[in-house]
């Protein structure tokens, strides 16, 4: 676990947006960065910019593809860790965890978000669609081409 640093031994603190990459809880710095200037990051409950200087126990709270997470951080490192190291870094709470699995739960029975016909109009739904405009008085501009 080469760089780790717990506790004290990590003076002066990180800063969030690097601590957010080297932790794996985002895939670049950069992602993490816009992450945090979109205000989808909080430290302790309060709004965070990236340059803030995270310690050991602080709270974040993060919304990662539409998903709600809040962990404790644990430690800092100096570089990216591997995988099976993160968990030295931050802890999930129990709480954050709950609510994550319910989302996911709850999503796996509606099914995927989006359009679910079956492409473009056909030829009978395409004429159905123009009698609809036509009804609602939003006929179609013959010079251009477009609806109005």
Known sequence: MGGLE???????GQ?????????????TRTLATEAVNGGKVRVNGQPAKPARLLKVGDEVSLLRGGEPMTVIVRGMASQRVAARDVAALYEETADSLARRQTLRAQRALTGPAGYVGKGRPDK????????LREQAGGGADPDSGRFE
Do not use: I
Not at 6 to 12: I, L, R
Not at 15 to 27: A, G, Q
Not at 124 to 131: G, H, I, V
């Open 15 to 27: 800063r969030l947006d690097k601590w957010l990459w080297v932790s794996r809880l985002f895939r």
């Open 124 to 131: 009978r739904e395409r004429r159905a669609l123009q009698r």
């Open 6 to 12: 717990h506790g004290p031994a990590a003076p002066g």
